[in-house]
């Protein structure tokens, strides 16, 4: 969507949130319009707006065939508000969601970062591993790119590379 594009290439926030909003209003009944305005909310920091719409694009559409990326967007929400065992839930429900490699790099990172931030370093360097394995090119400076401050200190805790 163009919103997402908006907030996370140009970061025009405003903007941004005004499309995803409009968005919603005209196409109420779209998991996709919702899930795309929890991400946008993601980027503009505003984490309970945000955990509202993957609560919203999941009633609309409990089954959908994307439903681990809101989720994930779910998960980082919550962890954004220290809610770190809720986070962790969505991270695992991600994953039996969507068990692709792609899929299962982004709800890793999530795990990765949750497990961080409850000191529990096994499984969270055990996530970090899971993260590279999917997807070996990742490195923090190029995945945190626009990631709130308290996700990159639990990916750098999870020991995930620079």
Same mark, same amino acid.
């Given at each position: 969507m163009a919103c997402l594009v908006s907030a996370f290439m140009v970061g025009d926030r405003?903007? &941004?949130?005004?499309?995803?909003?409009?968005?919603?209003t005209l196409n109420p009944n779209?998991?996709?319009?919702?899930?795309?305005?929890?991400?946008?909310y993601i980027v503009a920091g505003l984490w309970e707006e945000a955990l509202r719409s993957f609560e919203r694009a999941m009633r609309v559409s409990p089954v959908?065939?994307?439903?681990?990326?809101?989720l994930v967007g779910m998960g980082y929400a919550l962890i954004?508000?220290?809610?770190?065992?809720e986070a962790i839930v969505a991270g695992k429900k991600a994953l039996?969601?969507?068990?692709? &490699?792609?899929?299962? &790099?982004?709800?890793?990172?999530?795990l990765a970062v949750a497990f961080a931030h409850l000191g529990r370093d096994a499984e969270s360097r055990e996530a970090a591993a899971r993260v590279l394995e999917h997807d070996p090119p990742y490195t923090i400076s190029v995945g945190s790119r626009g990631r709130p401050k308290l996700s990159t200190e639990g990916l750098r805790k999870a020991g995930l590379p620079e």
């Open positions: 405003e903007n &941004a949130m005004e499309m995803a909003d409009r968005a919603v779209s998991f996709g319009t919702w899930s795309a305005r929890g991400w946008v959908d065939p994307l439903l681990h990326r809101a954004e508000l220290r809610r770190f065992d039996r969601q969507n068990p692709s &490699a792609r899929g299962s &790099a982004r709800a890793y990172r999530l």
